[in-house]
């Protein structure tokens, strides 16, 4: 059973921010925006739940010919 | 000839086309609208009042030597900014491109001009599309011809209440997730959003590469078929323009609503809009009823979860196309934009895919209900166009966010890609309310057919803002 995630904090969103996309951002930015992170995420945890066993993604590859 | 800004596009290509009136009466016409009421409602961005004349004249010389190229030849247009026009300062209605000039146009700007449409300017946008209210902009918000204390809709702000105010008859709108549907129902206006791959993407911003789609907005159905035919077919240049042949869109608008299946969705839509809107999208199906049509109770599997996905898919593309705007200097951007492309570094891959795995669960439930049933019918929008600045609404008790209320009926059709037409259809506390027919996938024409029977037996298409009756 999957353990409950715990609420994303401040300094998480930060350290993603200015460690990994490398666009640092203030305290109090990063603090405003884990609200709406974790209610974005609960949407999210309902798409994980959609029975998509052997559905595909909606994009699709296409191989680029050269006269393209 | 007096009152040229009343007429529809395709009557007003009648009359130049007939020498009733000249190309260049109309741009002068509208040109003059605009100088009057762009004030009050701030659509247009940018006017090129010099060079739409010149071009005027030069339709007016050709259609003396020649004659006229078809149904829209000499009919005034303005293009979202959003819209690359050659030599003609194209913003997004961001700070970001403030000075950007492209070099070229969009292929539809293209194909409109070639038809014979004369370009009178650029309309504003909600900054980059990324918002349904047209609030937050560069150049300001865009604001209702209805009520100039309430919000325009957007994305395509400028498009809906430039042709709502009657200084255009037609324009060129955007739609990733309800951005052509929602100004065009604010705004009392007609709108559609085509099947992906319809009309092509190129030369055009882009909010979102998979949800994007280009349009046409007009004051009627009859409009918008003709304006759908010119800008529809396959370009090289899209990568995911279609290559399925164009229908005479015109010519199938007759086809009546005898015998024709309507779906009307037994959740998510109707139960969750406002009482009154309920009442008015069910009298304007009584109309199709006693057209012959059959109203058949149908439910939309999963749909709850299209908020989601398209949530996930709006953050992970955007913030994919602005990072590097947005490294070099995100206070070019304003708060709420900014806002968003920041969230989009949260995303997780995973999510971003099951997002698109769920756009395959979805439209292949749809495919499947289309089969049993021709079109769908929904309101466009469970509220009327909230107030500038308004941040959430309460529908039926429930306190919701004014984004996620104006999106909520029109993003679905978005993710499943398939054609939705919109047409006004009442008025609730003095504002437009609007239906929302939906059909499958490149099947444009039945949505059209349905939309123009409507408005063959109601006028509500052809209601005046009560400013522009008090003039």
Redesign the interface.
């Known amino acids: 059973m999957a353990s409950k995630r715990p609420p994303i904090r401040t300094k998480t ?1 930060q350290a ?2 200015t460690e ?4 640092p ?1 203030s305290a109090a ?1 990063a603090k ?2 884990s609200g ?2 974790e209610s ?1 995420w609960e ?2 945890s ?3 739940k ?3 066993k052997d ?5 699709v590859f ?1 191989p680029t010919t050269a006269d ?1 | 000839m007096n009152d040229l800004h009343k007429l529809g596009a395709i009557q007003l290509g009648a009359a130049i086309g007939s020498g009733e009136c000249s190309a260049s009466e109309a741009v002068d016409t509208c040109l003059r609208q605009i100088k009057r009421n762009n004030d009050k409602v701030n659509a247009f961005v940018t006017v090129i009042a010099g060079e739409a004349r010149a071009n005027a004249q030069l339709v007016d010389a050709e259609i003396a030597a020649k004659g006229s190229r078809g149904p829209l030849h000499g009919v005034p247009i303005a293009h979202k900014d959003l819209y690359y026009t050659e030599g003609v300062r194209t913003t997004a209605g961001s700070k970001v491109q403030e000075d950007f000039i492209p070099e070229f146009g969009a292929t539809v700007v293209a194909r409109l001009r070639d038809a014979g449409m004369i370009m009178l300017g650029k309309l504003n946008t909600h900054e980059f599309a990324y918002g349904p209210t047209n609030d937050t902009s560069h150049f300001g918000a865009c604001r209702n011809p209805w009520n100039f204390e309430r919000v325009s809709g957007g994305s395509s702000g400028g498009s809906g209440a430039s042709i709502g105010m009657r200084m255009l008859p037609a324009a060129t709108g955007s739609d990733t997730g309800g951005s052509i549907r929602i100004p065009a129902a604010c705004c009392g206006i007609t709108g559609l959003k085509p099947t992906y791959g319809r009309i092509p993407r190129d030369g055009i911003f882009p909010l979102c590469w998979t949800m994007d789609h280009p349009g046409p907005m007009a004051r009627s159905v009859e409009d918008i078929a003709v304006l759908l035919q010119v800008m529809s077919g396959f370009d090289a240049k899209d990568p995911s323009s279609s290559l399925l042949p164009v229908p005479d869109y015109p010519r199938l608008l007759n086809k009546g609503v005898s015998g024709l299946r309507i779906g009307i969705p037994n959740r998510h839509f109707f139960d969750q809009s406002d009482a009154e809107i309920n009442v008015l999208v069910h009298d304007a199906l009584t109309e199709f009823e006693k057209m012959g049509a059959h109203l058949i109770d149908v439910d939309i599997e999963h749909i709850e979860h299209a908020s989601a996905a398209a949530m996930a898919i709006y953050l992970a593309e955007a913030t994919a196309y602005h990072e590097n705007q947005l490294g070099e200097d995100p206070t070019r951007y304003s708060e709420q934009v900014r806002t968003f492309l920041d969230l989009g570094n949260h995303v997780l891959a995973k999510d971003y895919i099951h997002a698109q795995r769920y756009r395959t669960l979805l439209g292949q439930h749809l495919a499947t209900l289309l089969t049993s049933v021709d079109i769908l019918a929904t309101p466009t929008l469970p509220i009327v166009a909230p107030k500038l600045g308004q941040s959430d609404v309460e529908i039926r008790g429930h306190l919701e966010g004014v984004f996620a209320a104006l999106l909520r009926n029109t993003e679905p059709f978005n993710l499943a890609g398939v054609p939705a037409l919109v047409v006004p259809c009442g008025l609730s506390k003095l504002m437009p309310v609007s239906l929302q027919l939906i059909g499958g996938a490149f099947d444009e024409s039945r949505i059209l057919a349905a939309g123009h029977a409507f408005q063959r037996v109601t006028d509500w298409h052809t209601n005046l803002p009560p400013y522009l009756t008090e003039l």
């Open positions: 969103i993603v921010a990994y996309v490398g666009q951002i930015r405003s925006y709406h992170i974005i949407m999210f309902g798409l994980r959609l029975p998509l559905v595909e993604p909606a994009i296409r393209e």
